[in-house]
């Protein structure tokens, strides 16, 4: 079991900046490839970026060269830099952990809200 908390969501404007947080705990954290999806009212949730273990990235074409994913493996963490903020960024957005063993492990966070107004 992994348990993935997040914090750092709020109100922000146009062009402004962002910092999500998101911490791990219960089972080895550097096994999972770690990632940040997003949900917008009345849409299906999405791919923001993804990070592996060893740091490889992959990011939506949406947020390209405006986010950014980290993670220290030392510290079960996991952040999301957001900067140049739009309002189709509005969304709650949510921290996830994947591996494949003998099945598909996956895990979320509870969310957290990001507002950003014109």
């Known amino acids: 079991q992994l348990q993935l908390v997040e914090s750092g969501g709020g109100l922000v404007q146009l062009g402004g900046a962002l910092r999500l947080p998101c911490t791990a705990s219960?089972?080895?954290?550097?096994?999972?490839?770690m990632g940040w999806y997003r949900q917008a009212p009345g849409k299906q949730r999405e791919l923001v970026a993804t990070i592996t273990s060893g740091g490889i990235t992959n990011y939506a074409v949406s947020v390209k060269g405006r986010f950014t994913i980290s993670r220290d493996n030392a510290k079960n963490a996991v952040n999301l830099q957001m900067n140049s903020l739009k309002p189709e960024d509005t969304a709650v957005y949510y921290c996830?952990?994947?591996?494949?063993?003998?099945?598909?492990?996956?895990?979320w966070g509870q969310g957290t809200q990001v507002t950003v107004s014109s």
């Open positions: 219960g089972t080895i954290f550097s096994f999972y490839v």
């Open positions: 996830n952990a994947k591996a494949v063993g003998n099945r598909l492990y996956e895990y």
